[in-house]
């Protein structure tokens, strides 16, 4: 595994910020809060960005900070440093000489292409932002464009326009204008690759991951006393029902019903955190009181917040995906595929919340910790069904790879990958992953380099009839 670059001078922290989701990320430098960053956080276009946003921001700011600390001239300290490009050197190759030494103190390793591409764009955003509003030099100012540089933005412009809603207004003239110019410093460019090894969960370690992973170390006549339910059923919804590793987290125990249409199968509705409804009658009036679930957690639960707001261990991020309910309800319905899971998810749904459920909690969610001590009860947490799937796949002989497909995210994959072979339509597709553009489950239906060559072997025996080869591949074989 690649080492990453870590803070030297400075430090970053998430402080808790009323009417913010998640909070805000502060970076802490010798002179306290660095409040120019703090400002760029704050401005339209950043204040409702993501604390992931935000994170990675602070990361390529910080980097740069300690880079210009580390380089700044002894005499005169104050001086800028204006070389861009001896800053993109310094991630690129590293600070680290041949014999482990580092005068810069920074001990950096080198970095990625694609880890430098996003930390010069979070800087180029931030110097612009610092030009504006302090009326300094820009860092990276924009020059004309090579020939090849215009080209490739023109052909970006083409193609964004393309998948536009505006598309018949054609190009903007600002557009054009950004399009002639470029950085004049920039990121080694990575070069493109052809996926033929997506990162899809192997169907050959999925039966082993359910039958022996999750498998328990008793031996009890009750099926929760032989598998941990739980993390079989997060792992269900992963495969067979495409959410992402996070989704399932945000689940409360009432949102599993049984499906009118199809008794005996489950139906799991995958309510927006914050603006999904919830009802329930009051205890004191007996009214039946309809609220946004970010009203039900916080005046039910003594001020609990959606998980997606959390800046704590239990935190639980939250993509904004396509429902298919919209207000006041607000939810997503998981799609069964094959559809027999469904009724496999909803006897083990009843299982857990009969035999392993905890009663009298103080949250609504179905999924918890069961590890005995203080925390049991409480919300499960991301990291630790992480660990536990790892634990899992330790036990199959499996090592958990990105590459390979084998982390939990490899299972949505396997899931878009289904429905391709199986021939579902796009449409019908994006809306089982519940993407909001066709464009986004490209990645998920790419086809791997098993399948490219068995299409290849079919293409051959079509074009065996109009080319024939076979005299000529004889004669090769023979000599």
């Given at each position: 595994m690649r080492k990453l670059v870590t803070p030297r001078f400075h430090d970053a922290v998430t402080i808790p910020t009323v009417g913010r989701r998640g909070g805000i990320r502060v970076v802490i430098t010798d002179?306290?809060?660095?409040?120019?960053?703090?400002?760029?956080?704050?401005?339209?276009?950043?204040?409702?960005?993501?604390?992931?946003?935000?994170?990675?921001?602070?990361?390529?700011?910080?980097?740069?900070?300690?880079?210009?600390?580390?380089?700044?001239?002894?005499?005169?300290?104050?001086?800028?440093?204006?070389?861009?490009?001896?800053?993109?050197?310094?991630?690129?190759?590293?600070?680290?000489?041949?014999?482990?030494?580092?005068?810069?103190?920074?001990?950096?390793?080198?970095?990625?292409?694609?880890?430098?591409?996003?930390?010069?764009?979070?800087v180029n955003a931030f110097s612009d932002y610092c030009a504006r509003q302090f009326d300094t030099d820009i860092l990276n100012p924009r020059t004309a464009a090579t020939f090849h540089e215009r080209l490739a933005a023109y052909r970006k412009l083409d193609i964004r326009n393309e998948h536009s809603l505006l598309k018949h207004l054609g190009i903007s003239r600002v557009?054009?204008?950004?399009?002639?110019?470029?950085?004049?410093?920039?990121?080694?460019?990575?070069?493109?690759?052809s996926d033929l090894n997506p990162p899809r969960f192997p169907p050959t370690a999925l039966n082993s991951l359910l039958s022996q992973g999750y498998r328990r170390g008793g031996a009890g006549q009750r099926l929760s006393d032989r598998y941990n339910l739980r993390d079989v059923m997060i792992c269900i919804l992963q495969r067979f029902g495409g959410l992402r590793a996070?989704?399932?987290?945000?689940?409360?125990?009432?949102?599993?019903?049984?499906?009118?249409?199809?008794?005996?199968?489950?139906?799991?509705?995958?309510?927006?955190?914050?603006?999904?409804?919830?009802s329930y009658r009051d205890a004191l009036s007996g009214e039946v009181i309809h609220a946004t679930r970010t009203e039900f957690l916080r005046d039910r639960y003594n001020g609990l917040v959606p998980r997606n707001q959390r800046t704590d261990k239990k935190r639980a991020g939250w993509k904004e995906l396509m429902l298919d309910v919209g207000p006041p309800h607000y939810y997503a319905v998981v799609r069964w595929f094959p559809s027999f899971w469904g009724k496999i998810f909803w006897t083990l749904y009843q299982t857990y919340v009969r035999e392993v459920l905890p009663s009298k909690l103080d949250h609504p969610y179905l999924f918890v910790n069961l590890d005995k001590g203080e925390s049991f009860g409480s919300p499960y947490s991301l990291s630790a069904y992480y660990g536990n799937h790892a634990a899992a796949m330790d036990r199959i002989g499996v090592e958990v790879s990105k590459p390979e497909g084998t982390t939990s995210h490899g299972l949505r994959h396997a899931y878009g990958h289904s429905l391709e072979v199986a021939g579902v339509p796009d449409k019908i597709i994006q809306v089982c992953m519940h993407h909001k553009s066709l464009n986004s489950q490209g990645v998920y239906t790419l086809p791997d380099a098993l399948e490219v060559s068995r299409a290849l072997e079919a293409g051959r025996s079509v074009l065996a009839e109009t080319e024939d080869f076979q005299s000529f591949e004889r004669m090769i074989i023979a000599a």
């Open positions: 002179g306290g809060p660095l409040l120019p960053l703090l400002g760029f956080f704050l401005i339209p276009k950043n204040r409702n960005k993501s604390l992931e946003w935000q994170t990675k921001a602070c990361r390529a700011v910080g980097c740069l900070y300690d880079y210009l600390y580390a380089v700044r001239d002894a005499k005169h300290p104050s001086r800028p440093i204006t070389y861009l490009s001896d800053f993109v050197q310094a991630l690129l190759s590293g600070t680290i000489g041949a014999d482990g030494d580092d005068p810069t103190g920074l001990y950096w390793p080198p970095s990625s292409w694609s880890r430098i591409s996003e930390t010069l764009s979070f557009a054009k204008e950004q399009a002639g110019l470029a950085r004049a410093v920039q990121s080694p460019k990575s070069p493109m690759v996070s989704e399932p987290f945000h689940l409360y125990v009432t949102d599993v019903l049984e499906n009118k249409n199809n008794p005996g199968s489950a139906e799991v509705r995958l309510y927006h955190p914050e603006l999904g409804r919830f």
